[in-house]
Nanobody, 126 residues
Framework: QARLVESGGGLVQAGGSLRLTCVDSGRTFSQHTMGWFRQTPGKEREFVAHIHWTGDSTLYADPVKGRIAISRDNDKNAVYLQMSSLRPEDTAVYYC???????????????????WGQGTQVTVTS
């Protein structure tokens, strides 16, 4: 059974950096567009970034553009989210997600991703 496991969250001061890692197992990782979402209590889960299964394109939500970079290593079945210049409003649980194989388009909706990890908490203090 396919499984996504996130790690790398933690407590960081504003202006600091974190790198989140998501390791995939149980599927042909290279065929899946991988996304990162985040959620705070009482709010909808929101799109942060994705990297296409071809590796040719990425997409970022406006609030994180220029501060966050998504990358993938198909040999390690891993996707990364490098976050810098963190702000208190970046505080959230961050989730890794996978689309169906060879998904078309540029998926940024929660419904585009049928498989999810358990999440990792990121807390940014001012």
């Amino acid at each position: 059974q396919a499984r996504l496991v996130e790690s790398g969250g933690g407590l960081v001061q504003a202006g600091g950096s974190l790198r989140l890692t998501c390791v995939d197992s149980g599927r042909t990782f290279s065929q899946h567009t991988m996304g990162w979402f985040r959620q705070t209590p009482g709010k909808e889960r929101e799109f942060v970034a994705h990297i296409h299964w071809t590796g040719d394109s990425t997409l970022y939500a406006d609030p994180v553009k220029g501060r966050i970079a998504i990358s993938r290593d198909n040999d390690k079945n891993a996707v990364y989210l490098q976050m810098s210049s963190l702000r208190p409003e970046d505080t959230a649980v961050y989730y890794c997600a996978a689309t169906n194989p060879v998904a078309r388009g540029s998926p940024s909706r929660r419904d585009d991703y049928p498989d999810w990890g358990q999440g990792t908490q990121v807390t940014v203090t001012s």
